[in-house]
């Protein structure tokens, strides 16, 4: 059966859109400017280059131990961005076991090493989407999945990933396994993946609790050892020191102004609406507060969740994806990318004309926001920039998209809870 011709034209315009755009990395590319850039005086470094730093700070046997330092990171960014010179230090505050992980990075020139990045980068989105079409037992055609990426790497946050070098696709793909793993009950590779998630461990927490609810001790000890050998590894190469200081450090750095790059009111979750009225540290106990909120939330549907259909779960999946970027203290825009996770396995098609049929309010919602997104997010934050000449409010007004997805996939999810045979709500809703 042939697509129609609307939804046709919509992934034409996503792979004019996507090229369009991409045009920007070819001139910088041209301009020997890939990954470094600068605007009067002010000098833009990619993402990415925290990673080869990490690779190279690792290597490097008069660095290795002080990685965390804020003096030896400036003194090394200082030497890589020379001519240029930064007042304050880009600082790297990734978890221990990524500065080890990131030496095989300094094999390559650091512009041949992003593009070999973001071509690997793509590739873990590819790779997402086949373990997500696998995970809904959906026949999608291959059309369709490739139409489907052009749509998350044409997206605000999919592109700024793949620009920015950033592990956003990389974390997609292992959210993806883990739960393919979870529902078909490979614990091995489930635990795996879990492990590697605490890349960003705000989001793995929350990754870890249909584990808890369902009782995975086995899938929660393979992670648990795992993340024991991600340590160890970390504490044989940049030393024990480093390991056991870090959440010292990481709450340091999330909360000092001496730092470059530090924006609270920038982030893409609930932390940027308390940093309008709150100090950063006010702030971040408040949105440490939230996530403990959203994990008791999680765990509590993912309970009723276990016992429902394969759509329950899925649903279920979809929210906890959701909820975590929502509630977590540090998200930033270009970790929106792990949306297009909840997106495939809850829109039942990927035609307009049938997202508008679906009767239920909020879940027609969902899935027509959810459809425009890749263009949506863009339009809303180039434009409310452009209005306000502040990048706060563009992500301010993002964030309002995300929190409406929020809305009509929680209601979408109780709907499902009490109108499905076999689980509590529902035996409670039948009985009122």
């Keep these: 059966m042939k697509p129609p011709l609307l939804e046709l034209l919509y992934v034409a315009l996503l792979v004019v859109?996507?090229?369009?755009?991409?045009?920007?990395?070819?001139?910088?590319l041209q301009k020997q400017e890939l990954l470094v850039s600068a605007s009067g005086t002010t000098i833009n470094v990619l993402d990415f280059v925290h990673f080869y730093e990490a690779g190279q700070l690792t290597r490097s046997s008069e660095t290795r131990q002080h990685v965390y330092d804020p003096r030896?990171?400036?003194?090394?960014?200082q030497n890589f961005l020379r001519p240029l010179k930064s007042e304050k230090v880009f600082y790297m505050q990734y978890v221990p076991f990524i500065f080890p992980l990131m030496v095989p990075l300094t094999l390559f020139s650091p512009e041949q090493a992003y593009l070999v990045w973001s071509a690997a980068s793509v590739g873990a989105c590819l790779m997402a989407l086949f373990f997500l079409r696998a995970l809904t037992g959906e026949d999608r055609r291959v059309a369709k999945l490739l139409s489907f990426a052009v749509a998350v790497l044409a997206s605000l946050p999919g592109w700024i990933v793949v620009?920015?070098?950033?592990?956003?696709?990389?974390?997609?793909?292992?959210?993806?396994?883990?739960?393919?793993a979870f529902q078909r009950r490979r614990d091995l590779i489930g635990g795996i993946c879990l492990a590697l998630?605490?890349?960003?461990?705000?989001?793995?927490?929350?990754?870890?609790?249909?584990?808890?609810?369902?009782?995975?001790?086995?899938?929660?000890?393979?992670?648990?050892?795992?993340?024991?050998?991600?340590?160890?590894?970390?504490?044989?190469?940049?030393?024990?020191?480093?390991?056991f200081d870090y959440p010292q450090i990481l709450l340091h750095a999330e909360t000092t102004m001496d730092f470059a790059g530090v924006h609270a009111d920038w982030e893409a979750c609930i932390r940027a609406l308390f940093s309008f009225f709150m100090t950063p540290k006010q702030a971040l106990s408040a949105s440490f507060v939230a996530m403990l909120l959203a994990l008791a939330g999680s765990y509590y549907c993912w309970r009723k969740a276990l016992s429902g259909s394969s759509k329950l779960l899925n649903w279920t999946m979809a929210m906890?994806?959701?909820v975590s970027l929502s509630f977590s203290p540090h998200t930033n825009l270009y970790d929106w990318a792990a949306l297009s996770a909840a997106a495939w396995v809850t829109i039942p098609t990927l035609s307009i004309l049938n997202l508008i049929r679906i009767p239920y309010v909020p879940e027609r919602a969902w899935g027509l926001l959810l459809f425009v997104y890749p263009v949506l997010s863009w339009c809303i934050?180039?434009?409310?920039?452009?209005?306000?000449?502040?990048?706060?409010?563009?992500?301010?007004?993002?964030?309002?998209i995300h929190y409406t997805l929020l809305?009509?996939?929680?209601?979408?999810?109780?709907?499902i809870m009490t109108t499905e045979p076999g689980t509590a709500d529902h035996v409670l809703h039948q009985s009122q």
């Design 197 to 243: 998630s605490s890349i960003k461990p705000h989001y793995a927490i929350f990754l870890a609790v249909p584990a808890l609810a369902g009782r995975r001790w086995k899938l929660l000890l393979i992670a648990a050892v795992a993340e024991a050998s991600l340590l160890c590894l970390a504490g044989f190469t940049i030393g024990w020191t480093n390991v």
């Design 72 to 77: 030896v990171q400036m003194e090394w960014q």
């Design 381 to 400: 934050f180039v434009a409310v920039g452009s209005y306000f000449h502040d990048v706060r409010f563009s992500h301010l007004a993002v964030n309002l």
């Design 17 to 28: 859109w996507l090229a369009a755009v991409s045009t920007f990395g070819f001139e910088r």
């Design 320 to 322: 906890t994806v959701v």
């Design 163 to 180: 620009l920015e070098g950033q592990v956003g696709l990389f974390s997609l793909f292992l959210l993806s396994v883990y739960f393919w």
């Design 407 to 415: 809305f009509c996939g929680l209601a979408t999810l109780r709907k």
